[in-house]
């Protein structure tokens, strides 16, 4: 299996692309490569952005252009032919322990998805090379919303709520976000 960081949006919210916003004076994509690279032999960026060469990892631009988090799930399965672990840019907090327990936790569904206190974590998880087919018939009618193809899919998700005691799913959409992040930084 191999891990796929999703790198390829706009962020418009944020206003700068926030994969490469530095926290703590290390681009945040940084902080996922370090704990991905402890569980995968394997990691590459999805992204056609140049700027996200200097990591020295593969990058895998979106086959199917301007389709959002789905479109890079795509890409990263078409690129692989086999399953993957998908993880956000934005998500500097994820753990070793967190992966580890989905990877040993994987189901035979289309997808093994995360969910801490409630909330589905679609851009933390493992989507298997079955769920091409599936993925393209959603891009093809620009069905383009990851909770639906999760309900549809039938995805497996796992409560990490009791498994990792604190939220490592704080991602990053605008400089707000950011500044309260950067604020709790040194306690989290």
């Known amino acids: 299996m191999e891990a796929y960081i999703l790198a390829g949006g706009k962020s418009t ?6 994969g490469l916003k530095k926290l703590n004076g290390i681009p945040i994509i940084q902080y996922s490569i370090e704990v991905l690279s402890q569980c995968f032999p394997s990691i590459k ?11 020295g990892l593969e990058l895998v631009a979106d086959k199917i252009k301007n389709k959002g988090p789905l479109g890079g799930i795509h890409a990263a399965l078409d690129h692989s ?7 956000s840019c934005d998500m500097p907090f994820i753990t070793s322990e967190a ?19 409630g909330r589905i974590q679609p851009l933390f998880g493992i989507y298997t090379y079955d769920a091409l087919q599936f993925i393209e ?9 990851l909770t ?18 604190k939220d490592i799913f704080s ?6 976000e950011f500044k309260k992040i950067e ?6």
């Open 13 to 18: 919210r944020m206003g700068e692309d926030k």
């Open 45 to 55: 960026i999805n992204t056609d952005k140049e700027e996200y060469k200097q990591f």
């Open 81 to 87: 032919k086999k399953d993957v672990f998908v993880v």
């Open 99 to 117: 992966i580890n327990y989905l990877v040993d936790n994987l189901s035979t569904n289309l997808a093994t998805i995360a969910s801490y206190n």
């Open 137 to 145: 018939d959603k891009l093809a009618h620009n069905q383009l919303k």
């Open 148 to 165: 639906e193809f999760i309900i549809e899919s039938e995805s497996k998700i796992i409560d990490l709520t009791e498994i990792i005691k």
């Open 171 to 176: 991602n990053i959409n605008t400089q707000e």
């Open 183 to 188: 604020k709790n930084f040194k306690t989290i």
